[in-house]
């Protein structure tokens, strides 16, 4: 399930009015122009990582031919990372850079009033020929976010390849990641959840019905002690 959507969406639902729809083109095969043309649409957000850019790109050309005027964003891990290049294609017309919540939210507010957004950290975005570009934003304290809005998903489409199959739920019970590998792409800063949070996420889903649990984490076990803590928590409910 794409977390990374089901987060925003949620964080966006709890903070404003504006209407969500989630569309996972691949889980639910959807002809995108016609979906599209079903709906009142004002802007579309599109989640990119580096190898799935070129279909990124492609969808938003698709989505542009048809709809000229429609806004589109993209986020996820290729836009930090590459940011200016993303840009230079026009069919894009802004970026969430790092975790999106607070930045996402803010750019809905500025378009649905019409105004140019300013320059603040979490966004990239053309301005003339000038091209934006700020620094990721984070959040710092994970536990003021509310749990992902699995309700926009269609959790049949989602199924287990380990556990005991049935209603399979992916949970991100921390962020980022305190070393430095060349080779990824992950925030330094750490961050995570508490116990009690964690534990409310989880007998939350439960309740309605999820059995297996798909832990997302960059760095679940950064420390055995975390680990530890959160088992015997697990234990004790059974």
Known sequence: PPIGLISLAA???????????IVDCDAEEVDI???????????IGIISFTYTFFDVLQLCRLIKMNFSGLPIV??????????????????????V????EEAFLYLLNKIENGQVPDKIEGLA?????????GSPAWINKLDDLPFPAYDLLKPDKYHATFGYGGK???????????FNCTFCQSTKKFRANSLQYIM????SFHKQGYRNFYFFDDTFNITASRVIEFSTAVRAEK
């Open 33 to 43: 122009v016609k979906h599209i043309k079903n709906r009142d649409v004002d802007i």
């Open 74 to 95: 993209v986020g996820g891990p290729h836009t930090p990372l590459f940011p200016r290049e993303t840009l230079s294609h026009t069919e894009i017309d802004y970026l």
């Open 11 to 21: 964080y966006i639902r709890e903070h404003s009015k504006h209407n969500i729809e």
């Open 168 to 178: 399979t739920i992916t949970l991100c019970t921390s962020r980022g990641c305190p």
């Open 97 to 100: 850079i790092g975790e999106g």
């Open 125 to 133: 975005f053309r301005n003339g020929k000038e091209i934006f570009v």
């Open 200 to 203: 409310e996420y989880i007998t």
